[in-house]
């Protein structure tokens, strides 16, 4: 019987995950045309993904070896790690070498030389359940290539926004709620994508800041706005296409003033201009 040639025999790992792959396209390419169709089979393909994550890229363990680390990053569809607690630099540095996501879900601290190794990963980095994050940390973290995401963090001092905003892939920081000004001011040097959807408000220093910079900004967690602040914002989603709330207007020409939604998400039509002193727009 003549054999396969080495080059085309496929690992069990990508076979299956070829197999979801046409699943996929077979699920997402039928013949559905409501929008809630469309919702469910989005819900099912989510499913299905997540299924096979789990079974194929977890560890359940609290500590992680490096032999082991090594066996988890030959996985080309990335490493859910659910119950990892503490991780040092020798796994660290393995698990850099995985050509999927890496997602830590209970990691609650990092030393600088560990983030120093997760760094040269290429792929998503998700460290959602670290709670803090030293200036030391957030600076070897900075050199990582991929989309960074941090949101378990509900405050960072100066200096640690100052080490992360030369990060230039997407930055998500959604947990921070009311950071400091001089904080949003650092991190609005980031190049990247910066994700603050949990900003409630911004100060007009802040708001005038985030207008000027060159890369995009979510902040779609906006319940209301110094009236300067929705000015600036508002100059700053025309230029650069900034996901900003349904409740900002959008209009012609960087002009403050209701128009019709656009279809991107960027504003909706209002019956007439927010006035200062609004319910959502306050003058001082």
Known sequence: MPTMPAASRARPSERIGGAVFVLAILVLGGCSSSSQDHRAVARTFSGLADCFFRGTAD???????????????????????????????????????????????????????????????????????????????????????????????????????????????????????????????????????????????????????LATRRGKASLHGLTSLNYQSLQSLFHLGDQTGVDLPEWIPTGPCGALAPGPANGRGEGRALPRLLPPGSALVTVD
């Open 59 to 209: 560890h359940n363990g609290e500590t992680l070896s490096a032999a082991e680390a090594r066996r988890l990053a030959a996985n080309p569809f990335g490493i859910s790690l659910r119950r990892l607690a503490t991780l040092d630099v020798a796994a660290a540095r393995e698990l850099a070498a995985c050509r999927g996501f890496l997602n830590f879900s209970r990691l609650l601290a990092l030393t600088p030389a560990a983030a120093a190794e997760l760094a040269g990963h290429a792929e998503d980095l998700r460290l959602d359940s670290l709670e803090t994050l030293s200036a030391d940390t957030a600076r070897a973290l900075a050199g990582h290539d991929g989309a960074l995401h941090l949101n378990g963090l509900r405050s960072i001092d100066l200096a640690t926004a100052e080490a992360l905003a030369d990060h230039e892939g997407l930055l998500a920081l959604n947990g921070l709620a009311a950071p400091e000004e001089g904080v949003i001011v650092a991190l609005a040097r980031h190049r990247g994508h910066l994700c603050l959807n949990g900003l409630a408000t911004l100060s007009p220093t802040a708001a005038d800041t």
